[in-house]
């Protein structure tokens, strides 16, 4: 067995039983669902790094059946024994994309996660796709199978290329406090190497928000132009070559990027600036 497919099919269902009887019975059962699923990657990682098998055993339905890249299979006692004995070990991993789709009381999720690993003293880091199915029953998400494959060269800039909608926006203000802004904004990457990004303030905050002067126009905010990726810095940079505030035309505007399942989080890279910008990328319709 490869140290890839337990993590794959790891990162998706790791909310313990307690964690998922807690929450509000009464939430929308499809979007409570999806945010019921995020968590349990999450959790699921936290178990592989921990060597937690008991639980990694909440998590895994008893006819569980993985089937990895190597055309091998694992049942649910296979792989908690290799977590048990310390075959497998992770040192780290982290869930890079993550695209949930529930149906009635079965959901398939699919996306990529990234690890530094171990499989009987050989190497299995990398980046590897990933295909999990979960049932809930009497109330409870388990994972019935999972599918897994290495992926390679899949750099920052192809993960950047697509349609992104913004999810939130806050930015600290001069006395330390934070101001959470009502806004809507897209923003695109396309394989050209070409960007464009816009937001628009639904409502005006009582504070006066400093960045205002410098990107926005009667509470509009957009601009155009190429990018570049630095990789090794973790910054992306918007050469803007038009906007609707014209001070920022022939301008280099540099952010910080990471990336948290399939969400992109920006921030500036200047000491001036002090905000955080959370988008999520767009599903094709």
């Not at 337990?6 to 499809?30: D, F, H, K, N």
């Not at 796709?129 to 388990?142: I, L």
Request: charged share 30%.
């Amino acid at each position: 067995m490869n140290i890839a497919r337990m993590i794959t099919c790891a990162l998706l269902l790791s909310v313990p039983a307690g964690s998922q009887s807690g929450l509000p019975a009464r939430m929308s059962s499809e979007s409570e669902d999806v945010r019921i699923l995020r968590l349990l990657e999450h959790d699921w990682l936290d178990a592989y790094r921990e060597g937690d098998a008991d639980k990694m055993g909440r998590i895994l339905a008893d006819d569980f059946v993985g089937r990895w890249g190597d055309g091998s299979t694992q049942t649910k006692e296979e792989q908690l024994k290799a977590i048990r004995t310390g075959e497998e070990k992770h040192l780290s991993n982290h869930l890079d994309e993550c695209n949930v789709r529930v149906y009635g009381d079965t959901a398939v999720v699919t996306g990529l996660q990234s690890e530094q690993s171990v499989l009987e003293g050989r190497d299995g880091s990398g980046t590897y796709s990933y295909t999990d199915v979960f049932v809930k029953r009497h109330g409870q998400w388990q994972v019935v199978a999972s599918e897994t494959k290495r992926v390679t060269g899949r750099s920052a800039r192809e993960r950047l290329i697509g349609s992104w909608k913004q999810v939130s926006s806050e930015e600290a203000l001069p006395d330390g406090s934070v101001v959470q802004l009502d806004e809507v904004a897209l923003l695109t990457y396309d394989r050209s190497g070409h960007m464009s990004g816009q937001a628009m303030r639904r409502s005006e905050p009582k504070q006066r928000i400093p960045s205002d002067s410098t990107y926005q126009s009667n509470g509009y905010d957009a601009y155009f132009g190429t990018f570049t990726v630095d990789e090794e810095k973790h910054t992306v940079t918007h050469h803007v070559e038009g906007s609707v505030a014209r001070q920022l035309v022939g301008k280099d505007l540099v952010r910080s990027y990471s990336f948290d399942g399939d969400r992109l989080i920006m921030k500036p890279t200047s000491a001036d600036e002090h905000w955080t910008v959370v988008f999520e990328k767009n599903r094709t319709y």
